[in-house]
């Protein structure tokens, strides 16, 4: 019987793309060492482009040198629920971010996964949630759990404000209402139009609830033609300029910061409600020390020079976008931001891609079909500041040599039509 459950697994069309990431060798790999944006896995040394670390702080050895400190001082791990007691540390990340984002108050967690799962049941309640189609898979999860706690879910097509006026227009009244959507799409790079969808979400007392775990850190306020990232890093709410009302912004400090914690910045009285419903405060395992302390030192490196890193993670990350406007390339980043989606041109096609870019010393990430649409499946090119100029002209290099050289009969990209070299550097 565990035979032929096996057997129905592996011709299961949902998990084929799962076996061609194990094929191409990008599935479940063990990394032996790193060398700054180096990996080893096996005896074959790669270049890292699947890291979310985009600033780089995982390997600022003043932010290392933070966790011993802090170590030394509480231990490793402390031994409450946040509903019993919190270590000092606890309450002076939370009053560090409410000043970093400008929000009225946040609440720190373990992770983003564990927030979706417990905040979202509680803020809708047996009231109605609009879920952004493309939301992230753990947005999702969120709303599932919500729907068995009594919640109805409706889901609007991806960014599409008109589909979601309608659909507001047509709830109650009365009833709650939340909107679901991300910050900074995981796969596309780009954020909604969020002044126009907050306004909506207000026009109609709805809560907008956004995922921004790969903008914060990397986006910011007051964005210019010269930092299109905008200061600070203090996420997306800030740098559409919406304010916080009506507005729950939900991030994590896993990817730019390299530490394992997460946060909800809201308002007071959505941090009570929350505190005293969500069992990932009331009874989760707490953050270890060391993840704590290197949020602190985080906040100490960004405040220094910050802005420094993220101008030149922007000017790494445009070398490449303007390479693939050379190569005709298409691709769905139009923000600039560092997460850049390569589409084949043909899905069949994606895992020998994939092994080319292996053999070539590339490490990306696969997207294959069902986790995207087929028309979007390819590979996922992720930037950080601590690629150097000497790895982002290997992946240049390989990018021509897949394009000049393409393992079917058409094309090695999904093509645009007309190259577009007006921001060629």
Known sequence: MITDAHERWEHSPANQGVIGLQRAGLWDQVIEEIDGRRIRIGDRWLVDFASCNYLGFDLESEIAAAATE????????????????????????EERLTGLLGAPAALVLPTISQIHLAAIPALAGDGLIFLDQRAHKTVYDGCVHARATGATVQRFRSNDFDHLAELLHEAPGQVTKLVCMDGVNSMTGNTPDLARFAALCRTHDASL???????????????????????????????????????????????????????????????????????????????PVASLATVLAGFDVNDDRGDDIRA?????????????????????????????????????????????LLEQGVYTTLAPYPGVPRDQVGFRIQMTAANTDEQVDLLLDVLTRLNDDPPGEGPAFRRVSQPDTSNVQ
Request: hydrophobic share 35%; proline share 8%.
């Open 312 to 356: 030149d993670l922007h000017r790494k990350t445009a070398r490449v976008l303007d390479h693939l406007r050379v190569l005709r390339a298409a691709t769905p980043n139009h923000s600039g931001f560092p997460l850049i989606e390569v589409p084949v041109a043909d899905p069949a096609d994606l895992h020998e891609v994939g092994r080319r």
């Open 70 to 93: 802090q170590i030394s001082r509480w231990g490793t791990h402390p031994s409450w629920s946040r509903m019993l007691g919190s270590p000092r540390l606890y309450p002076a990340i």
């Open 209 to 287: 609830y956004i995922d921004d775990a790969h903008g914060f850190g990397v986006l910011g306020e007051q964005p210019t033609a010269s930092s299109p990232y905008g200061i600070r890093g203090n996420a997306v709410v800030r740098h559409h300029d919406v304010g916080y009302d009506n507005i729950v912004l939900v991030g994590g400090f896993s990817k730019a910061y390299s530490s394992m914690l997460a946060f909800i910045a809201c308002s007071p009285g959505v941090k009570r409600k929350l505190k005293v419903t969500m069992p990932t405060y009331l009874y989760s395992g707490p953050v």
